[in-house]
C-alpha cells in the first residue's frame, strides 16, 4: 500500500530534549516535505527536498533542522525544543518533474507538545 | 506572488443543504489545483483535483471547476451529509518553479442532523 508513515503519532516532551520526528514513503517521491498545522494558521510549510541531499527551507525553518540522505527517508530534527513548536507536524510527499502535476500524499500527522 | 484564498469559516450547515466553499488563487501560468479533506483526527486527504482550466474534478459528490477567467476553484455538494463533517483545504501546485504548493488556511465545515 502506498503510504507516508511518522513516528511518532504523539510525543510529549520538555523543552530543550532534542527530537526526531521520523517520515519515510513507500513511493519513489522525489519531493517531500515537512508543514506544521496550527489553529487559525492553516498549514505552514517548515522544509522541503526535492531530492537526496537537496533541501530548502519552507515558510517557518526555524528551530527545525532536516536532512535527505536516503530518497524514502525525511526526518524532521528539534535540536532544542521550546513550547511554541507545540503543534500538529505532517510530513508529505509526490513526484517532482518539471510538468508533474499530481497531488502531495500526506502522512497521517505527528502531534507534539514541549512542556 | 502564489496564494491561495478561501473562505473564513467556520461554517455549519444542517443535513442536505448545499454547500460552497469559495477558494480563488494568485498564480502566473497555469498551476494545478487540489481540494484536500482533514477528518477530525486523521490528516488529509486529496479529495479532487483539476490540472487545466475547464476541467472539473469530482468525488464524493462534490466537485470544483477551473476557473482560469475568474481565477477561482470553488468547492460544491447539494447534499451535505452529517458525514461531510472536516476542515477543507484549497491547494494549488505551481509547475516549473519548484514544484510548490501553496494552501489556503482550510474551512471548517460541521454538519448538524
Known amino acids: 500500500e502506498a503510504q507516508v508513515t511518522q513516528n511518532p503519532r504523539y510525543l510529549i516532551t520538555v523543552t530543550g530534549k532534542k527530537l526526531t520526528v521520523t517520515c519515510s514513503q513507500n513511493m519513489n517521491h522525489e519531493y517531500m516535505s515537512w508543514y506544521r498545522q496550527d489553529p487559525g494558521l492553516g498549514l505552514r510549510q517548515i522544509y522541503y527536498s526535492m531530492n537526496v541531499e537537496v533541501t530548502d527551507k519552507g515558510d517557518v525553518p526555524e528551530g527545525y533542522k532536516v536532512s535527505r540522505k536516503e530518497k524514502r527517508n525525511f526526518p524532521l530534527i528539534l535540536e532544542s525544543p521550546s513550547p511554541n513548536q507545540t503543534s500538529l507536524y505532517f510530513c508529505?510527499?509526490?513526484?517532482?518533474?518539471?510538468?508533474?502535476?499530481?497531488?502531495?500524499?500526506f502522512g497521517e500527522g505527528s502531534r507534539l507538545t514541549v512542556l | 506572488g502564489n496564494s491561495v484564498t478561501q473562505m473564513e469559516g467556520p461554517v455549519t450547515l444542517s443535513e442536505e443543504a448545499f454547500l460552497t466553499i469559495n477558494c480563488t488563487y494568485t498564480a502566473t501560468g497555469y498551476p494545478s489545483l487540489f481540494w484536500y479533506v482533514q477528518y477530525p483526527g486523521e490528516g488529509l486527504q486529496l479529495l479532487l483535483k483539476a490540472t487545466k482550466a475547464d476541467d472539473k474534478g469530482s468525488n464524493k459528490g462534490f466537485e470544483a471547476t477551473y476557473r482560469k477567467e475568474t481565477t477561482s476553484f470553488h468547492l460544491e455538494k447539494g447534499s451535505v451529509q452529517v458525514s461531510d463533517s472536516a476542515v477543507y483545504f484549497c491547494?494549488?501546485?505551481?509547475?516549473?518553479?519548484?514544484?510548490?504548493?501553496?494552501f489556503g488556511t482550510g474551512t471548517s465545515l460541521t454538519v448538524i442532523p
Open positions: 491547494a494549488l501546485r505551481k509547475p516549473y518553479t519548484g514544484n510548490q504548493f501553496y
Open positions: 508529505a510527499s509526490t513526484r517532482a518533474g518539471e510538468s508533474y502535476t499530481g497531488e502531495l500524499f
